[in-house]
């Protein structure tokens, strides 16, 4: 069974800070790995994608991937209320259907 | 990115009937579409993968008696939920993919979502 586990949160972070958002992954062979914002209610948004060992930046946003300790992360540097919502890590599971596996989501709130 | 739309975006029924959704790729043309659905403050549930032309992949668990899934074109793909139940009451919804484009766009197999629908059973 591929898993993908996120904390659940909350985290709670005052405005301007850095949000760190954590993941692991079961499945040594995953290649791909993706970053959703969830806001209630609404349906999931790609913030970032990351496949390469390292980091990847995207304004605000940092993905880290390292694939043998098979963990990834978000960073959100300058943290908005704004930003408060579930974030989902999702796994590419691979094959030929190439679906996604989803983590439980953590729910981040910015305090303003 | 994507755009990926849905409709309707809420829907109310009485148990017993039959509830069409549509999903569809409006810039791309997406070979496989996903169909989630998802309960209050619970993650995403894969219900089936869907691809134009063939038949739906169900996860485990899902009915596909129950839940019709037919993915007519590579730009549209319908759920129907057929006698619907209040249990049924839940967000569902759907994302595309394709495969072989430029790395650009959604070389890696990117999934886009929809807004989802919000259905309601009475």
């Known amino acids: 069974q591929k898993e993908v586990e996120q904390n659940s949160g909350p985290l709670s972070v005052p405005e301007g800070a850095i949000a760190s958002l954590n993941c692991t992954y079961s499945d040594r062979g995953s290649q791909s790995f993706f970053w959703y914002r969830q806001y209630s209610g609404k349906s999931p948004e790609l913030i970032m994608f990351?496949?390469?060992?390292g980091d990847k930046e995207d304004g605000r946003f940092t993905a880290q991937l390292n694939k043998a300790s098979q963990y990834v992360s978000l960073l959100i540097r300058d943290s908005q209320p704004s930003d408060s919502a579930t974030y989902l890590c999702?796994?590419?599971?691979?094959?030929?259907?190439?679906?996604?596996?989803f983590g439980t989501g953590t729910l981040l709130a910015v305090q303003p | 990115g994507a755009v990926v739309s849905q409709h309707p975006s809420w829907v109310i029924c009485k148990s017993g009937t039959s509830v069409k959704i549509e999903c569809r790729s409006l810039?791309?043309?997406?070979?496989?579409m996903f169909w989630y659905r998802q309960f209050p403050k619970q993650s995403l549930m894969l219900m089936a993968t869907s691809n134009e032309g063939s038949k739906a992949t169900y996860e485990q668990g899902v009915e596909k008696d129950k839940f019709l899934i037919n993915h007519a074109s590579l730009t549209l793909s319908t759920l129907t939920v057929t006698s619907a139940h209040p249990e049924d009451s839940s967000f569902y919804i759907c994302s595309a993919t394709t495969m072989g484009e430029t790395e650009s766009l959604i070389g890696l197999g990117l999934e886009f979502f929809g807004p989802g629908t919000r259905l309601t059973v009475l």
């Open positions: 990351i496949y390469s060992n």
């Open positions: 999702a796994v590419n599971g691979g094959g030929a259907t190439n679906k996604l596996i």
């Open positions: 810039d791309f043309q997406a070979t496989t």
